[in-house]
């Protein structure tokens, strides 16, 4: 799925970096900076929830957009404190017009 939604978003004329891990994605951002992170909850490594809270550490005003297809109760969604959530499994326009919305850009 990673590698399908990656070349999408490069069909799409988005510049990605692709990453297998949270710990991957980390090491990516501390070689320079995203306009924006997309990932999933459940990933190896390092989960999505913990990506998040580090990511809030370090990069604190960087957008995310979590895939999940866990129907995630109020309390948890505030807490991950995500820009946008997009459900799984999702239609492409979707996450393109997510992406759109957070780099307030037009869809």
Do not use: N
Request: hydrophobic share 50%; charged share 25%.
């Amino acid at each position: 799925m990673r590698a399908t939604v990656c070349e999408a978003l490069e069909y799409e004329g988005y510049e990605v970096r692709e990453a297998a891990s949270g710990a991957d994605a980390l090491a990516l951002l501390a070689q320079g900076a995203s306009d924006v992170v997309v990932f999933d909850l459940w990933m190896p490594v390092m989960d999505g929830w913990e990506l998040r809270r580090r990511l809030l550490a370090t990069h604190p005003r960087l957008p995310v957009i979590v895939l999940s297809a866990l129907d995630l109760p109020p309390e948890k969604l505030a807490a991950l404190r995500a820009d946008a959530l997009v459900g799984k499994p999702f239609d492409l326009e979707v996450l393109y017009a997510a992406i759109e919305d957070v780099l307030g850009r037009p869809a």
